[in-house]
């Protein structure tokens, strides 16, 4: 069948749903839109058999759902009508909550029903249950209806009858989303700080400006008197309740009448000269069992496995989160195991270079130069660790940079709901992070080639078939650690291990002598370095306008937003 995705962003659950229906023998077309008058012309266009629209920010026009059969996937139950669902059930606390898919009419939100599929919610931020639990069931609920679609048989039910009550929910004002330091317990504002974590922000006064909190994550020991800051920890901030502290990662300063659009930014240095003079609290590598606090990085072991886990937000890395992360891989690396499982958390494993800190530098081209550099550098400990072996456990989305942090392991375990963007393309930028060695050796010159020209994601079952992935595992999101451990602990068991350990060094070899892995890089960078300092390179717009979420041009609105695959609409 030939489907049209039409959103206003091409954002991680598009991008989820277009690899699903190709795998699936579908084929597809894509268009980013803002207005009717877009919708309109992708329409015209492209022709399709059936309209689907995972993330539309505007509403379908009345020729076009008269004319055609068009699906709206909405993040909320049956009956449940409004923008920001999302962010309500994350706010609300909800347990249950679930994903429809209606037909576009001419009331919205109030279309017949052709699927839904209920989730649980965990207690994690909106962005993470947006990429994850989310998206598994609107991925299942788009599946059963375009197959209910093709049958040609299926008539969809009247939300009345679908739903157990009709509920309009007004859209969730920053009014509504206020924190009230001086009340609220630290349950209620990790509510409040997770429901807004990645779009739109928590608007807040913070000495004496305002500003946009983004995340938040719980804290066991620090206390103080509610609403002050009490310490830094790997550029997040740690702010006191009236029961306890929480750290918050990222700030946003608010736009002043006729400025330039804001962007998120790692707190500390979102704040600037205003932070005062707070101790940097830092969270052991080896972190406790027992311990609730906020790491970025930690590493564990259980027997033969060392357990190299990170995550940051958005899964943007900057220049000292690359470096915090290499200091980390080293350490792992002296460590007496025979297996590194490096990620393995639910949500983002890499996405590569972070543009909003490069945006906001001082020299934003000598910024990158470091930042890859940086990167680079992770992705050569991994490529000659030849003493042991090293798994890439991709439990969310990877890209660019941080799909080849994955693809330089031995293995790549991917969880089925994954996403991978293996290129950079749409910045502009030939890309580095030793892509023209990783991705050949593992899917050949000529398929390598292939991905990076079409610069289109790719499943975690087309991954395989590419020969990116060497496992992928049907688990829902909170399972996937528990079974990276089981199957890391079983390779690091298997009596065939050592002479797997002395192929690998002798492999590592072979290539080394054929190209070393500086000729690689060197030939990467050259062409790197004329985007970086060249004023006029495209880079530079490119970069802006993804960071800025200004209007870029046509030709990369579209796969220009994978490059920031974080992105959650306030509503649907």
């Not at 059936?50 to 020729?63: C, F, G, S």
């Not at 920001?84 to 017949?112: I, K, N, Y």
């Not at 969270?283 to 496995?305: K, M, Q």
Request: hydrophobic residues 40%; contains cysteine; glycine residues 8%.
């Amino acid at each position: 069948m030939h489907v049209l995705l039409v959103a206003s962003a091409f954002d991680s659950l598009t991008q989820r749903i277009l690899t699903e229906l190709r795998d699936r023998g579908h084929t597809t077309d894509t268009a980013v839109a803002g207005d009717e008058e877009a919708v309109r012309r992708a329409v015209h266009r492209y022709a399709p058999e059936l309209l689907i629209a995972p993330r539309l920010d505007t509403v379908i026009p009345e020729d076009v759902w008269s004319a055609r059969t068009c699906l709206v996937v909405h993040l909320g139950p049956p009956g449940d009508r409004g923008p920001s669902p999302l962010d309500r059930a994350c706010r609300d606390g909800v347990r249950r909550w679930g994903v429809t898919v209606h037909q576009a009419t001419g009331e919205l939100g109030a279309g017949d029903v052709w699927s839904w599929v209920p989730f649980t919610v965990p207690p994690v931020g909106k962005g993470d249950l947006y990429r994850n639990e989310a998206a598994d069931a609107a991925t299942e609920a788009v599946l059963l209806a375009v197959r209910r679609f093709a049958s040609g048989g299926y008539r969809p039910r009247p939300q009345t009858e679908a739903a157990e009550r009709i509920v309009h929910r007004p859209h969730l004002t920053q009014e509504l989303r206020r924190v009230d330091w001086e009340r609220d317990d630290t349950a209620t504002v990790l509510r409040s700080l997770r429901s807004a974590d990645s779009h739109p922000g928590v608007l807040d006064d913070l000495l004496g400006r305002p500003f946009y909190l983004h995340g938040g994550h719980h804290e066991d020991r620090l206390r103080g008197r509610p609403g002050e800051l009490l310490a830094t920890r790997a550029g997040a901030v740690c702010r006191a309740t009236t029961d306890g502290a929480v750290w918050i990662p990222e700030l946003r300063p608010r736009r002043t009448p006729g400025g330039p659009a804001t962007f998120r930014l790692p707190a500390v240095q979102a704040l600037g000269s205003l932070l005062p003079d707070l101790p940097e609290v830092h969270a052991p590598l080896r972190l406790p069992a027992h311990r609730r606090t906020w790491t970025d990085i930690s590493y564990a072991e259980n027997g033969p496995v060392g357990f190299l886990r990170f995550s940051f937000p958005g899964g943007a890395m900057s220049t000292a989160q690359c470096r915090r992360l290499l200091a980390a891989y080293r350490f792992a690396c002296h460590r007496p195991v025979s297996v590194i499982v490096l990620g393995g958390a639910r949500d983002f494993f890499a996405c590569g270079v972070h543009l909003r800190v490069i945006e906001a530098a001082a020299d934003p081209g000598k910024e990158a130069w470091a930042n890859t550099n940086a990167l680079n550098d992770l992705v050569q400990a991994v490529l000659t660790t030849t003493d042991r072996l090293v798994v890439a456990a991709v439990g969310g989305n990877a890209a660019a940079g941080g799909a080849m942090l994955a693809l330089a392991a031995d293995e790549v375990w991917c969880r089925s709901g994954s996403v991978l963007a293996p290129y950079t393309r749409p910045l502009g930028k030939y890309g580095s992070a030793y892509r023209t060695y990783v991705l050949p050796r593992r899917a050949g010159e000529e398929a390598a080639a292939a991905l990076v020209d079409e610069a289109q994601p790719l499943g975690a079952a087309g991954a395989r078939r590419a020969g990116l992935v060497d496992r992928v595992l049907a688990v829902a999101p909170q399972d996937f650690g528990t079974e990276i451990a089981r199957l890391a602990g079983e390779l690091g068991r298997e009596a065939g291990l050592p002479d797997r350990i002395a192929a690998k060094k002798a492999a590592r070899e072979r290539d080394e002598a054929l190209r070393p892995l500086s000729a690689y890089q060197q030939a990467e960078m050259e062409r790197v370095r004329r985007a970086f300092f060249t004023p006029d390179d495209p880079y530079h717009a490119l970069r802006a306008a993804i960071v800025r979420r200004t209007e870029p041009a046509a030709a990369v609105v579209g796969p220009a937003r994978s490059a920031e695959p974080d992105s959650v609409p306030a509503g649907t």
